[in-house]
């Protein structure tokens, strides 16, 4: 019997802080993890607090002077805890003083010389079919997630509201996973975070964004679980936490504190630990499953959390 092809699905949930996912437990995400691996981090970057600063926001801020962990001696990585810096991260598998994005104002980013994980992906393998679903319209505008991708949807979560954003990304990638089965796809949903700026990650709102992404997620699954012939590694991960009171930028555990929970449909690895996944490991990892070799010269900070399951 031949094997099954592997294939990937990335789903990012912007701003959704682990321990309320942890104590909310919304059902298609707790049985990933139960059935999965995962684990935390800390992001090595974030801007200096102000004291008696105004709450933290989603603008573009300051560059900071100094990180609180620089990951290695001599290195500094000056960037906010904002989308932008994270979801670059995640989608080129370098930290922001390489893709140069530190705010969400993307004044310079290096998306040439680090693209993001599916254009690899595609540039190595022309066979590999790729799709990038975005609620967020900056990702696609400055191709954070590039124009390479065969099959491309940005929406403007800012102009349709997040929700609406959301469902019609969730329901265009649900259509095209089942009827195309792309290798390797990547799925955006940001009312999490849109829900934590106006009110903070403690609220009933906070839990019904989570539960409704939640719930797009099951949808995902099921998609591609009907597919013959394909076995799926999924993996969710966000982009940074928030503070209490809504907000981030800044260097506090909570703001840092990102997550990666890995699943390979169909088996059971019994909620096993992954060791200080970063977000900057998602993509190595994803392409190291499809069989894309890493080539030093790409000079990832990334390294695949398991080569193969
Ligand atoms: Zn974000």
Redesign the pocket.
């Known amino acids: 019997m031949p094997l099954n092809k592997n294939k990937v699905l990335v789903v990012g949930m912007?701003?959704l802080r682990f321990d309320r996912l942890v104590a909310l437990a919304p059902p298609v995400l707790s049985s990933l993890m139960a059935t999965g691996a995962y684990g935390t981090s800390r992001l090595p970057y974030g801007e200096a607090a102000v004291p008696g600063a105004a709450p933290r926001t989603e603008s573009p801020g300051e560059v900071v002077p100094k990180a609180p962990e620089p990951p290695a001696a001599g290195r500094v990585i000056r960037s906010r805890t904002?989308?932008g810096p994270?979801w670059s991260s995640i989608a080129t598998g370098a930290w922001p003083d390489k893709h140069g994005v530190v705010d969400n104002s993307f004044t310079s980013p290096q998306f040439t010389k680090f693209p993001d994980f599916l254009s690899r992906a595609k540039n190595a393998r022309p066979d590999l079919v790729t799709a990038a679903f975005l609620s967020w319209a900056a990702l696609g505008e400055h191709n954070a997630f590039g124009p390479a991708i065969d099959h491309r949807m940005v929406l403007d979560g800012y102009a349709l509201t997040w929700t609406a954003a959301d469902r019609q990304i969730a329901d265009a990638a649900e259509r095209h996973l089942a009827e195309t089965g792309p290798d390797l796809a990547f799925v955006y949903l940001g009312d999490t975070?849109e829900v934590a700026h106006a009110l903070g990650p403690h609220c009933p709102e906070y839990a019904a964004a989570l539960h409704a992404q939640d719930a797009y997620l099951g949808r995902l699954l099921d998609a591609v679980r009907g597919r013959p012939g394909e076995s799926w590694t999924v993996l969710v991960t966000t982009?940074?936490g928030h503070v209490d009171e809504g907000g981030?930028g800044g260097t506090s555990a909570e703001e840092r504190t990102v997550f990666v929970i890995a699943n390979r449909l169909g088996a059971d690895l019994g909620g096993r630990p992954l060791a200080e996944p970063r977000l900057v490991d998602v993509g190595p990892t994803a392409l190291a499953l499809l069989g894309v070799p890493l080539d030093p010269a790409w000079e990832l900070d990334g390294t695949p959390l398991f080569n193969s399951w």
């Open positions: 912007d701003g904002d989308s994270g975070d982009d940074h981030h």
